[in-house]
Each structure stands twice: as C-alpha cells, then as structure tokens.
C-alpha cells in the first residue's frame, strides 16, 4: 500500500502538469541564463534543526558547448559540504525549443563521472562527450519547462520509469524544480511499483539554494 508521503508527492506532480499545462511559453535563453550560477543552501540549512536539515550542498550549473547534446546545454555538479566537497550529483540538463515555441529538459546521468568533475572548470573536457558517455532517459522523462509569474517551473511527468542503476528496480521518478533568477528549489523521488520509496532528494521537503553568483 503506498505511503501517505507517497501519494502526497504524486499528488503534487499531477497536479503540478494539470496546473501549467496552459502556461505561457518560456523564452529558452531566460532558462537556461537564470539556470547558471552557483548556488547554496546556506541559509535553508540555517534555519531548520539539525535532525530536520537537508545535507549542505553548494551547486553549480554552467552552460557548456556539446554539440552532440544541443544548443543549451547545462553541466552541474552538487558539492556536499563545502563548493570543494565530495559530489552529491553530477548531471548534464539539455533544453530544446520545439517548434510549437515549447521549452523542454532532457537529463542525463554520467556514466563516469570522474572523467568530467570540476567541466565547470574547464569546459573544453566534455566538448566532445557523446550519447556513449551517458546514460540517457526514455523521452517519457522529458520535462515540460513552463513560465509561471517571476520563475519556471518543471517537472518530470508521472510516466517516467526507470531501471535503478544500483538496485536494477523498476521506480517511477518524479521532481518538482522551480527556477528564478536568484534562486532555485529542487526535490526529486522514486517509487517502486508496490509503492515502496526507493529514494527522496532532500529526505523531506525541497532543497532551496540560493544563487551566490551568476
């Protein structure tokens, strides 16, 4: 039987898409700019109790060329800890503009992720990373980017479903991610057909990180 979480959080996406799906359209240049920068969540963490805290991240997303990726292609990586500590999460977004003026994000995992660390860095390292460098998700995890007032927001829709890397189970993911020009939240999760929780990103709620520079 699902969990109440469980079915709270899936609540919250469909009710998210139904929410927006009449939203205007984004202009993908705004996305992607107000996507860059570095980020904390400094302050969040500062004001909850230590049992109740989302883990310390500082993140960063920088626009990278890789053609074989698209136009507007983000690369990021979440230091724990410290902006040098050890990496919650490397990913590679890609938005694309479709012909009907609609914004989408594509995501991708790294399959080794040490070869790119620090491409924020040095961005000429993944200039030449392939569809062979990833592992990449069925287009039915591709996410629908949409202007809502001063941010955008986006989620991964209810159909998504994986195969967990680490514990070869099949899980619906889903996220919500809202993102403004100084500052971005973000919560993501996974459940398993029985409605078991794999996993939840941060374990309660959703990261707020601030923007520390563009």
Known sequence: MRSLLTICLSLAVFGFDSRFAMAAQPDIETVVAWTQGAFSNERQVASVDAGESPGLLFPVFRQVEIPAFGDHVIYLQWPMEAPDGDLQRQRIWAFHKNGDGSVVMKFYTLKNPDQWRDAHLDPEKVRDMTVDDVIAYPDTCTLPVYSAGEEFRTAIPPTCSIVSQSTRTTMTIQSL??????????????????????????????YVFDKLAP
């Open 177 to 206: 991610i809202t993102i403004a020009p100084d500052r971005m939240t973000y919560m993501e999760f996974g459940v398993a057909g029985d409605g078991k929780m794999i996993f939840q990103v941060p374990a309660s709620g959703a």
